[in-house]
Each structure stands twice: as C-alpha cells, then as structure tokens.
C-alpha cells in the first residue's frame, strides 16, 4: 500500500518562490520551512513572518542574519554527517586554479570542486565595473552590496558558485537598499 507523500513548503529568498519538498531539500540556496498543510496555508505563514520580501535582500538586516546563520547551520550539520572533509580538501587546493571562460553571461570554469570564497560581488557605476569581490558567505556578499550601494555604486551584481559554475544571483540597484 503507498504511503501518503508529506510536502514540506519552503520560501526560497534565493530564488524568491515557494518551493515544495516531497523528500530530502533539492535546494542548496537559502530558504525558511513555512508550517502549514497546503500551499496557500504556507503562503499566509510566509506572508505573516517575513511580509512583502521575496528576495533576501528586501527583509531587514537582522531576519537576514538569522536565515543566513540558520541556513549554514544546517548545511554544516549535513557536511558533518556526510563526512565531506576530504572534499573540502580538495576544494581548498583547487579555489585558486579557476579557468576563467564566459557563456551566455555567465562565468564559468572547468573545476567542479566549490571554491574557498563561493559568493561574489560586482558593483558597477554608470555601467563601468569598479570591481570584483569574492566572499566566503552571501551574508557578507550583501554586506558588501549594501556597503558599494551607499558609496556611490549604482548597481551591484552578485554571482554564487552552485553546480560546478558561477551563476548570476541577483542584481541589486541603489533604490533597492535603504537609506541610499
């Protein structure tokens, strides 16, 4: 006889939708579980604790924190328990031997191993890139999108190292962030 299929809902501030979880979570991005039985019960949580946000960037400083550290917390435990230390290793040699090619807009490279520092930041000014920064957690990738923002950037690109390539996460504008 077939068990019934338990959903578990998630709000990813990744990729700023509801993800449904029928098993072990597919996504590695950062998300919150929503309680609730049916999807529309899960959005009104949604709604209820986090508001109006879709992206992680849009809740306040302190929510973001707190999801981020959760996140990591849970993705260490998962590490802890897969025994990953001779990948992380390996990661650690390899960050540095980065072969650099471009795709569709997207930076790529032939190394699958996750480097040292998986988060980068592009502030731009009037379509000129003033740089390009790389960090070991998106907590202080958007710190730094914030920082470039309030110092006279007017846009800020953020690529994350998943899959084996760089994606483009997202792309923050000035008006986006308080008080800039």
Not at 3 to 20: D, E, I, V, Y
Not at 63 to 91: C, F, M, N, P, T
Not at 109 to 118: E, G, L, Q, S
Not at 133 to 145: C, G, M, R
């Amino acid at each position: 006889m077939n068990q019934p299929t338990t959903t578990t809902f998630a709000w990813c501030f990744s990729h700023g939708r509801l993800h449904h979880f029928t098993g072990e979570p597919w996504c590695t991005a950062t998300w919150a579980v929503l309680s609730g039985n049916a999807e529309d019960e899960a959005l009104a949580v949604k709604e209820e604790q986090y508001g109006d946000a879709e992206f992680l960037h849009q809740l306040p400083d302190k929510q973001q924190i707190a999801l981020i550290d959760a996140h990591r917390d849970v993705a260490e435990s998962a590490a802890s328990i897969a025994d990953l230390g001779k990948v992380l290793d390996v990661e650690a040699g390899l960050a540095d031997i980065l072969n650099r090619g471009t795709h569709r807009g997207v930076r790529k490279t032939t190394v699958t191993a996750k480097p040292r520092k998986p988060w980068r930041v592009i502030p731009t000014q009037n379509g000129i890139q003033l740089a390009e920064v790389e960090h070991t957690s998106e907590a202080k990738a958007f710190e730094h999108v914030r920082m470039a923002l309030r110092s006279g950037a007017d846009t800020a690109k953020v690529m994350q190292w998943e899959g084996g390539r760089w994606w483009h996460f997202e792309t923050v504008t000035a008006d986006e962030i308080p008080d800039v």
